[in-house]
């Protein structure tokens, strides 16, 4: 059984910065690609940033430059530095957790970030 479980997220005021987590476990593959997401209410789930195993990164233009993704290959964990928050970053921040040899993805259960004015 795959598990990805998400901390780290909670309420900071614009301008601060927060650091995410997500640790993915279960499986005896190592993880490939592993990204970030967030959805606001009412909105539809958008990529916050991915990475690879061998570390090329990609980032929404929103957060490029504010946000750093990085991972820990033996711990199969991916962290998101948040710096410069904006209130319009608030949103569930989802974990997504891709193995080179498993058919599907697998997603965390989110973690709440509000950023408030």
């Known amino acids: 059984q795959v598990q990805v479980v998400e901390s780290g997220g909670g309420l900071v005021q614009a301008g601060g910065s927060l650091r995410l987590s997500c640790a993915a476990s279960?499986?005896?593959?190592?993880?490939?690609?592993m990204g970030w997401y967030r959805q606001a209410p009412g909105k539809q789930r958008e990529l916050v940033a991915t990475?690879?195993?061998?570390?090329?990164?990609n980032y929404a233009d929103s957060v490029k430059v504010r946000f750093t993704i990085s991972r820990d290959n033996a711990k199969n964990t991916v962290y998101l530095q948040m710096n410069s928050l904006k209130p319009e970053d608030t949103a569930v921040y989802y974990c997504?957790?891709?193995?080179?040899?498993?058919?599907?993805?697998?997603w965390g259960q989110g973690t709440q970030v509000t950023v408030s004015s």
């Open positions: 990475i690879t195993s061998i570390g090329s990164t």
């Open positions: 279960g499986s005896i593959f190592r993880a490939n690609v």
């Open positions: 997504n957790v891709g193995f080179s040899h498993l058919p599907r993805t697998y």
